[in-house]
Nanobody
Framework: QLQLVESGGGLVQAGGSLRLSCAVS????????PGWFRQAPGKEREFVAA????????YYGDSVKGRFSISKDNAKNMVYLQMNGLKPEDTAVYYC????????????????WGKGTLVTVSS
């Protein structure tokens, strides 16, 4: 079992930046591939970014490519999402998730979820 706790959300103006953090605890000795998803009011959960256990491969949703960056620190059991050039349409609850072994961009494939952190981008 893994426990995921997100932090770093808040209110930011359009064009600004935020860095989300995800603290991973529990069976952290096991290999897992983390990712970030988001859900805006009235919309389905959307893939944002994912990274392999080794960190050698990263994946991004089309709407955030070139603006967001995912990274991880295995020694600290932390996962990060650097968000630059934020837009009002980025407003959502952002969730950290993890899948055992292989990376996935599909929310239904993730094994563990955090409770989310709210990001609000004002115009």
């Amino acid at each position: 079992q893994l426990q995921l706790v997100e932090s770093g959300g808040g209110l930011v103006q359009a064009g600004g930046s935020l860095r989300l953090s995800c603290a991973v605890s529990g069976r952290t000795f096991s290999r897992y591939a983390p990712g970030w998803f988001r859900q805006a009011p009235g919309k389905e959960r959307e893939f944002v970014a994912a990274i392999t256990w080794s960190g050698s491969n990263v994946y991004y949703g089309d709407s955030v490519k070139g603006r967001f960056s995912i990274s991880k620190d295995n020694a600290k059991n932390m996962v990060y999402l650097q968000m630059n050039g934020l837009k009002p349409e980025d407003t959502a609850v952002y969730y950290c998730a993890a899948r055992e072994t292989m990376v996935s961009t599909h929310p239904e494939a993730m094994n563990y979820w955090g409770k989310g952190t709210l990001v609000t981008v004002s115009s």
